[in-house]
Antibody, heavy 121, light 106 residues
Framework: QLQLQESGPGLVKPSETLSLTCTVSGGSISSSSYYWGWIRQPPGKGLEWIGSIYYSGSTYYNPSLKSRVTISVGTSKNQFSLKLSSVTAADTAVYYC?????????????WGQGTLVTVSS | SYELTQPPSVSVSPGQTASITCSGD??????ACWYQQKPGQSPVLVIF???KRPSGIPERFSGSNSGNTATLTISGTQAMDEADYYC?????????FGGGTKLTVL
């Protein structure tokens, strides 16, 4: 059964870079031809797609975040990562990683449990 | 940018049918999917490609998509279905989520 687990600092200072890793178990990122995504949810608010990456490394980002986002895949550790630069309090959210489909325009399933990242000095 | 609009809240009595709508320009020409999120939990996919149910999702969950509106229908709603529901679709190469609907089972 495929499982995803987010990890990274729970507190980031304003103007710094948020870095998170998603570790995939029960399946291989490099051999499964899937897209992998990051989605976030500010406290008490709705879901926002951050971006997706194909197992080969092709990336797609939310235009509203594109200038600050980098998603990369580390196949040797069955992980993919998120970096969000120049963070502000508005970036405080629960960050989820999820598997996309074999095509970009597919659904996200399953999701990780999420990790809360707070931006504060 | 593309937007998906959902009603903030829907109420239903146990055993009745709940319908949650998701509106977007020419949404019927795209695939819509739906997620259920209970408090403190991660979203769970309940409908994909407009009307398909993942394994393990009860048959009482169904979906449709036509024109500018996608609809999630829950037949014979149970107390356990009380949750937030989000629609999602793709516009070009951007994934878009609706604002979410809180389903209350009274």
């Amino acid at each position: 059964q495929l499982q995803l687990q987010e990890s990274g600092p729970g507190l980031v200072k304003p103007s710094e870079t948020l870095s998170l890793t998603c570790t995939v178990s029960g399946g291989s990122i490099s051999s499964s031809s899937y897209y992998w995504g990051w989605i976030r949810q500010p406290p008490g608010k709705g879901l926002e797609w951050i971006g997706s990456i194909y197992y080969s490394g092709s990336t797609y980002y939310n235009p509203s975040l594109k200038s600050r986002v980098t998603i990369s895949v580390g196949t040797s550790k069955n992980q993919f990562s998120l970096k969000l630069s120049s963070v502000t309090a508005a970036d405080t959210a629960v960050y989820y990683c999820a598997r996309g489909g074999i095509q970009l325009h597919n659904w996200f399933d399953p999701w990780g449990q999420g990790t809360l990242v707070t931006v504060s000095s | 940018s593309y937007e998906l609009t959902q009603p903030p809240s829907v109420s239903v009595s146990p055993g009745q049918t709940a319908s949650i709508t998701c509106s977007g320009d020419k949404l019927g020409g795209k695939y819509a999917c739906w997620y259920q999120q209970k408090p403190g939990q991660s979203p769970v996919l309940v409908i994909f490609q407009d009307n398909k149910r993942p394994s393990g999702i009860p048959e009482r969950f169904s979906g449709s998509n036509s024109g500018n509106t996608a609809t999630l229908t829950i037949s014979g709603t149970q107390a356990m279905d009380e949750a937030d529901y989000y629609c999602q679709a793709w516009d070009s190469s951007t994934a878009v989520f609706g604002g979410g609907t809180k389903l209350t089972v009274l």
